[in-house]
């Protein structure tokens, strides 16, 4: 486990690094690396450096035991879920162009690492996550466009694919999905009751990063919420 959480930590340098880079130029349109961003170690750039570091240190831990593939995929997902969530909270969006390509690449890495470790049953489950959740998420929206954008919904269908992944039956992965609703909506709701009583009206708030705190807990808690 030593060898995989330093590896987890050194990775954490360059990947936050890069979420720094998808906060700041992805909302505007801009090009990634020309001129390539300097490294900033304060503000949010140093909360993200920080927070991708932990969260890669609890991958390696959570994934010990698991292949090297499998590690590296979720410490990618948890990567991305960092960068969402700094947009969110900064411009109120959840961009295509980060969530599609992820999803669009998450899929052909999952699939992969579950044939290469003979665990292809895996494959179904992660895909029904995705369904589960992209489905939920799509109703939520269909009635109050407002409160769920749909932008929330898209990165559902990425969020289901991973939480979905930890699933050994499709009870288990509904399971898993269900307890990532629950952790994430129940922590938007009290933070929008808070915001609610300070600011004594209603305005809309960043929902993303609380689907990703539901996402993230739901992977690092998978084993006790659904024990064996």
């Not at 044939?115 to 998420?137: H, K, M, T, W």
């Amino acid at each position: 486990m030593i060898v995989r959480l330093v590896v987890c930590a050194v990775l954490a340098l360059p990947a936050g690094w890069f979420a720094g880079v998808l906060a700041d130029r992805v909302p505007g349109r801009e090009p990634l690396f020309s001129p390539p961003k300097p490294v900033r170690l304060s503000g949010r750039d140093l909360v993200l450096h920080v927070g991708v570091l932990v969260l890669f240190l609890a991958a390696g831990w959570r994934f010990a035991d698991a292949s090297w593939s499998a590690m590296l995929a979720f410490c990618a997902f948890f990567g991305v879920l960092a960068a969402l969530s700094a947009i969110d909270i900064e411009h109120y969006r959840l961009p295509d162009l980060i969530v599609l390509p992820f999803f669009a690449l998450s899929v052909p890495w999952i699939v992969l690492t579950s044939v290469v470790n003979d665990e292809a049953e895996l494959i179904r489950y992660a895909l029904a996550g995705s369904a589960v959740y992209f489905g939920f998420l799509f109703v939520a929206h269909l009635i109050s466009p407002r409160g769920m954008g749909f932008g929330d919904v898209k990165l559902a269908a990425a969020m289901g694919l991973y939480v979905g992944w930890l699933g050994t039956t499709f009870t288990e992965t509904l399971a898993l999905v269900l307890w990532a609703m629950l952790i994430g909506f129940a922590s938007g709701s009290v933070f929008g009751v808070a915001v609610l009583l300070r600011r004594k009206r209603n305005r809309p708030f960043p929902f993303g990063p609380f689907l990703a705190l539901g996402a993230v807990a739901a992977v690092l808690l998978s084993r006790g919420l659904v024990p064996g």
